[in-house]
T-cell receptor, first 113, second 111 residues
Framework: NAGVTQTPKFRVLKTGQSMTLLCAQDMNHEYMYWYRQDPGMGLRLIHYSVGEGTTAKGEVPDGYNVSRLKKQNFLLGLESAAPSQTSVYFC????????????FGQGTRLTVV | GQSLEQPSEVTAVEGAIVQINCTYQTSGFYGLSWYQQHDGGAPTFLSYNALDGLEETGRFSSFLSRSDSYGYLLLQELQMKDSASYFCAVRDQGGGFKTIFGAGTRLFVKA
């Protein structure tokens, strides 16, 4: 059982380039999330989805877009990367009830130069 | 909006007991969770409190007081492998259930 899988694991981008991070989960979870983690800042919610075809903004959505065309996949896009987007990105998924844990992928370390 | 506060660092010795506190402010509170993250790894779920009181899971316990907007994680019989970052997180219902994390507490366990 793979759980939550993120690709790629590492990436270096030049300022202004675009890229898409892919998150896939095989637990049939309704909810999926994208977080970024910076030193001393904890995990900050970028965007999330409460079901296939839906997306919503989190705490720090600017500069990112997302899509949830299939229930098992949640894509995070950077249209024009900036050095401020250098971070570790985590995807997570959870069931659609209030008292449930979030399962995390192993993270994507992104550096924008 | 939501905000959570927890200490940035805690140091304790092997075999001891340590308590990590968390205070929160949120508009649609549905519960307080705790996650552990080792360096270079992903956060992993430890516990969840929806109601007031203490929840115990092995060496780890978690407490919640909804009236005080306060909770804590208690780690007993500390082991070196417990050295990690610990995050409290609130389950918020505004706009669909989402989990908002605190900045984390770095726990150093010394021999």
């Amino acid at each position: 059982n793979a759980g939550v899988t993120q690709t790629p694991k590492f990436r270096v981008l030049k300022t202004g380039q675009s890229m898409t991070l892919l998150c896939a989960q095989d637990m049939n979870h309704e909810y999926m999330y994208w977080y970024r983690q910076d030193p001393g800042m904890g995990l900050r919610l970028i965007h999330y989805s409460v079901g296939e075809g839906t997306t919503a903004k989190g705490e720090v959505p600017d500069g990112y877009n997302v899509s949830r065309l299939k229930k098992q996949n949640f894509l995070l896009g950077l249209e024009s990367a900036a050095p401020s987007q250098t971070s570790v990105y985590f995807c997570a998924s959870s069931e659609d009830t209030s008292n449930t844990e979030a399962f995390f992928g192993q993270g994507t370390r992104l550096t924008v130069v | 909006g939501q905000s959570l506060e927890q200490p940035s660092e805690v140091t304790a010795v092997e075999g001891a007991i340590v308590q990590i506190n968390c205070t929160y402010q949120t508009s649609g509170f549905y519960g307080l969770s705790w996650y552990q993250q080792h360096d270079g790894g992903a956060p992993t779920f430890l516990s969840y409190n929806a109601l007031d009181g203490l929840e115990e899971t092995g060496r780890f316990s978690s407490f919640l007081s909804r009236s005080d907007s306060y909770g804590y994680l208690l780690l007993q019989e500390l082991q070196m492998k417990d050295s990690a970052s610990y995050f409290c997180a609130v389950r918020d219902q505004g706009g669909g259930f989402k989990t908002i994390f605190g900045a984390g507490t770095r726990l150093f366990v010394k021999a």
